[in-house]
């Protein structure tokens, strides 16, 4: 968009976007049939024009895009276009449409982060395994993640050292600091030393220290700003620049070296990635942030907590203490470190500072202790009770050895005095699973809690602990008689799925308390361990339809062959939902022998079965299924019918052609059947498949005519079909 600006604005808006395609095409060859092509398709209304980099419009040209904007408006152009910005300089005043549609980038869910860990490290599944693992026990962690960008560093960071168990936040963040300082990951990389590493990031906090105290709302600062910071900076501490000869040094005493320096140090902070450029602001001065706002927020953090134990405001970040960042901030009793308490205390109401106050938990150090006894002091507690959200979020963050030995009951007792509740529990949660074996008292006094929500808590606490005690404790909160621990408590045993695991589970499956009974239903079909099979294969006898039907399905998710007996003689069942059950689970097991099983299904009575064979045929695969699909394709049930012309076309298989071109040239198939093959065939990545969708090009009914011209061309509009708008109207 900004080339596109600095064009001169005419009555066609093609002809200054063409240009700017050919300012920027110095990297590719763009021939001029293709802009002909591009000039031609511009207004159509099935382009997409996708346009970058509104914040970084200059204020000066601001008045020619808004102008070009106009010029597609009065043109009357159709195509839909796509603008990107950043959130921070986003402004709706440029955009003189009366209408638009706004969208900003959501985070990762869990499941969406777990899947970008197997994909990245789908070449070193123990690297990925241990990923997950972490992520999963590590709350504060986990929601970290949820950003792409930091799941990304985090990924790199795993790959070059991996994790350990009990990483928090601040291991993590230090060491990508470190490695984008370093320029690892860049086809650039500086030398092995890390003095220039530890120099920069001493002095990088208190740049950032600078920065988020005048502007602690925000992650976005002017180049002046920074380079100002840098420059305030002690000319002692600061670092050289890469490639600075150390005579220079000598000359920092004059402001001009100093600023030269200062801003030689920004340079370098852009092209490491720590700073990202945000474009411009309305002044028309360049802009900046740092990658994400909770790398600024650590480095105030060990800021502080570099002041907490008497060094002044650089933090420690030595090699040694970014790998243990709590090890080496001992707490001393000197002038400087009197004054952070009163710092942070002055912060405690302030939203924009919960994340600075929540990383100190893990940057303090053994002062951790005197910080999370403040926290807990009664007598700050507002109405919102932030102080105890806080000890919470930064209990989450420090290390077992740094907690304080009364935190537990301290904890539990402001909990239950403050009624704290579902609010509470993702926080609550976090902490505990972080803290190891010091959770295990707190846990314990959770448990003995008259309060149901106490015992709730208890019981999934216990379930992201790894100790060989956590089935015991938890067949123990089985004796509270509340209906809502006792779901808990049946959830949480079938996300752990051992053996020992189903043992306690059983007798949850004989309540009478339908809550209880369907939480049971629920925990056991969650179950995915494979030692469990030969207890989910026993209760396939279970006298209870619903159990049985559970345990199939436990047991697809296993996958195990063993299973296979078993799941074939559920087939014989005479509950429809247990038979159902059974069917999926076959279609999860991928061999010849659940193949031959399923042709038993093929002629269930029960509709709703022969379509889940269907599917599970089409999950199979083989070439051996592709018959059986084909007879399915004549199901009497319609729905029938189009599982199975949808699992040939997921099958990608040549083979799959021909049945789906008898089912298009019988006159007796249906139009909803023959429009479902249309869709399978273009599924298909062979020569064949568009031959037969090339012949239908001329088929008497407007919607296959118009579906064809689609398919063929998806630059064509359907809608050019005689008949078809009709067709879709009627």
């Avoid at 002038?335 to 940057?363: E, K, N, Q, R």
């Avoid at 949850?508 to 969650?526: C, F, M, P």
């Avoid at 299924?625 to 007879?631: E, K, T």
Wanted: neutral net charge; proline residues 7%.
């Amino acid at each position: 968009l900004k080339t596109l600006a600095s064009q001169f604005i005419g009555a066609d808006p093609a002809e200054p976007l063409l240009e700017a395609i050919r300012t920027k095409s110095d990297s590719y060859r763009v021939t001029r049939r293709l802009l002909d092509w591009m000039r031609s398709r511009f207004a159509s209304e099935n382009s997409w024009i996708i346009l970058d980099g509104l914040d970084e419009v200059p204020t000066s040209a601001a008045a020619a895009l808004s102008q070009w904007f106009k010029t597609v408006t009065v043109q009357r152009w159709r195509c839909r276009m796509l603008l990107a910005c950043r959130s921070a300089n986003y402004h709706r005043a440029r955009i003189p449409w009366p209408t638009l549609t706004e969208y900003e980038l959501s985070p990762f869910a869990p499941r969406e982060t777990t899947q970008f860990v197997s994909r990245w490290f789908e070449k070193s599944q123990h690297l990925g395994d241990s990923l997950k693992q972490l992520l999963t026990q590590n709350y504060s962690m986990m929601r970290a993640c949820q950003n792409p960008l930091v799941m990304t560093l985090t990924c790199l960071a795993h790959q070059d050292v991996p994790l350990s168990a009990l990483a928090r936040r601040t291991i993590l963040y230090a060491r990508v600091l470190r490695g984008l300082m370093q320029r690892a990951w860049k086809s650039d990389p500086l030398g092995p030393g890390t003095q220039y590493v530890d120099d920069l990031m001493r002095m990088l906090a208190d740049v950032a220290r600078a920065l988020f105290e005048a502007s602690p709302q925000v992650n976005l600062f002017t180049g002046y700003e920074i380079i100002s910071a840098i420059n305030s900076t002690s000319q002692a501490e600061r670092p050289l620049p890469p490639g600075e000869s150390k005579a220079m040094a000598a000359e920092l005493t004059s402001p001009e070296m100093s600023w030269r320096v200062a801003a030689r140090l920004c340079e370098e902070l852009i092209h490491c990635g720590i700073l990202s450029g945000t474009g411009l602001a309305l002044t028309g001065e360049a802009q900046f942030s740092f990658i994400h706002r909770t790398f600024l927020e650590y480095l105030v953090a060990i800021s502080l907590a570099r002041q907490a134990a008497g060094h002044g405001k650089s933090p420690p970040v030595s090699a040694a203490e970014a790998y243990a960042p709590t090890e080496g901030t001992k707490a001393q009793t000197t002038s400087s470190s009197a004054d952070w308490f009163p710092v942070i205390l002055s912060h405690l109401y302030d939203p924009a500072w919960t994340g600075v106050l929540t990383l100190l938990g893990g940057t303090l150090g053994r002062q951790c202790s005197t910080y999370l006894g403040a926290l807990l002091d009664r007598d700050r507690e507002d109405m919102l009770h932030r102080p105890f959200h806080l000890a919470l979020l930064a209990g989450a963050e420090a290390v077992e050895e740094n907690l304080p030995r009364g935190l537990a009951p301290a904890l539990l007792k402001m909990g239950l005095e403050l009624a704290v509740d579902h609010a509470y529990r993702d926080v609550f949660l976090s902490a505990v699973a972080s803290w190891g074996s010091a959770a295990i008292p707190l846990i314990r006094l959770l448990a003995d809690s008259p309060e149901p929500w106490a015992c709730e808590t208890a019981a999934e606490a216990y379930g992201r602990m790894d100790s060989p005690t956590t089935i015991a404790s938890l067949r123990a909160l089985l004796q509270n008689r509340h209906s809502n621990v006792q779901v808990r408590v049946a959830i949480t045993l079938g996300d752990i799925g051992s053996p020992e695991a189903i043992q306690a589970l059983e007798p949850l499956l004989e309540q009478k308390n339908s809550l209880v009974y369907q939480a049971a239903l629920l925990g056991l079909g969650r179950i995915a361990l494979p030692e469990a099979a030969p207890d989910l294969q026993r209760l396939l006898k279970h006298a209870d339809p619903f159990v049985r039907e559970r345990a199939a399905i436990a047991l697809g998710r296993i996958g195990s062959p063993d299973a296979l007996p078993f799941l074939t003689r559920q087939l014989k069942d005479t509950d429809q939902d247990a038979r159902w059950a059974a069917v999926w689970a076959l279609g999860n097991l991928h061999s010849p022998q659940a193949v031959r099983a399923l042709r038993r299904s093929m002629r269930d009575p029960f509709p709703p079965i022969r379509l889940a064979t269907a599917g599970a045929l089409g999950n199979i695969g083989s070439q051996e299924v592709l018959p059986l699909l084909a007879r399915l394709s004549k199901d009497p049930d319609a729905n029938v019918c189009l599982a199975a012309v949808s699992s040939l076309g997921r099958m990608a298989r040549a083979e799959a052609i021909a049945p789906l071109r008898q089912l298009l040239r019988s006159q007796a198939t249906p139009q909803s059947i023959r429009q479902r093959a249309i869709w399978a065939l273009c599924q298909l990545p062979f020569p064949a498949a568009r031959v037969v969708l090339q012949a239908l090009q001329n088929d008497t009914d407007a919607i296959t005519r118009g579906l064809m011209a689609l398919t063929l061309d998806p630059a064509c509009s359907p809608l050019t079909v005689p008949g078809f708008d009709q067709m879709i109207h009627a």
